[in-house]
């Protein structure tokens, strides 16, 4: 079963726009990844954010945590055409100590030069 | 080597088939993982190992799907009696470790996109 769920699932801006995903899980967890994934390709690991961090930042990304809603944000911020693919959050599962990490269904972004 | 590989790129077989699909992660990673991908939908666990050992297999479907990695490196994941069901993208990735707090990035291969007929 899936710990993450991404919304929207789908999502078409254009060039220069802002784009945000949001992922709701169901369970406490220590951390929470957010990966990318071109088309036909492998996922691309993006940032990773601890459950004591609110908010997280790398380049155009920005984060956010609010584990009392059970819930992440990726923002990506001056979209570029290179951004289309789709993003998937991903939690570990169970124990801390598992190294199980489940993927949520993804949002497919397009962005429109 | 420099990234997860992952061979073959592309398997077509017959249902009813045995297929094996292989998995090279990043030199000294300790923890590999086995995730399958069907269109449009995000990856789904099958299997990680810690070392030579499966740590968690709970995401194996069903008994026709085994997966081994015998010196800690190079993993193959096998399916017997392919059925059309079993068609997506298999994935493979790499961790250095395990940590206790779950914080494990994964590194991924491109994946053997697997079409059963």
């Known amino acids: 079963s899936q710990q993450g769920e991404e919304d929207p699932q789908a999502l078409s801006i254009q060039e220069g726009e802002n784009a945000t995903m949001n992922c709701s899980y169901k369970?406490?967890?220590?951390?929470l990844q957010w990966y990318r994934q071109n088309s036909g390709r492998g996922l691309v690991h993006l940032i990773l954010i601890r459950s004591n961090e609110r908010e997280k930042h790398s380049g155009r990304l920005r984060v956010t945590l609010d584990t009392s809603k059970k819930s992440s944000s990726l923002l990506i911020t001056a979209s570029r055409a290179a951004d289309t693919a789709s993003y998937f959050c991903a939690t570990p599962s169970g124990s801390s100590n598992t190294g199980k990490l489940i993927f949520g269904q993804g949002t497919t972004l397009q962005v429109k030069p | 080597g420099a990234g997860v590989s992952q061979t073959p790129s592309n398997k077509v077989t017959e249902k009813g088939k045995y297929v094996e699909l292989r998995c090279d992660p990043i030199?000294?990673?300790?923890?590999l993982y086995w995730y399958r991908q069907s269109l449009g939908q995000g990856p789904e666990f099958l299997i990680y190992f810690q070392g030579t050992g499966a740590a968690d297999d709970s995401g194996l479907p069903n008994d026709r799907f085994f997966a081994v990695r015998p010196e800690g490196s190079v993993s193959t994941l096998k399916i017997q009696r392919t059925e059309r069901g079993d068609s997506a993208v298999y994935l493979c990735?790499?961790?250095?470790?395990?940590?206790?707090?779950?914080?494990?990035?994964?590194?991924f291969g491109a994946g053997s996109r697997l079409t059963v007929l």
């Open positions: 990735a790499s961790s250095l470790e395990v940590r206790s707090s779950g914080a494990n990035v994964l590194t």
């Open positions: 030199s000294g990673h300790t923890a």
């Open positions: 369970t406490s967890i220590n951390n």
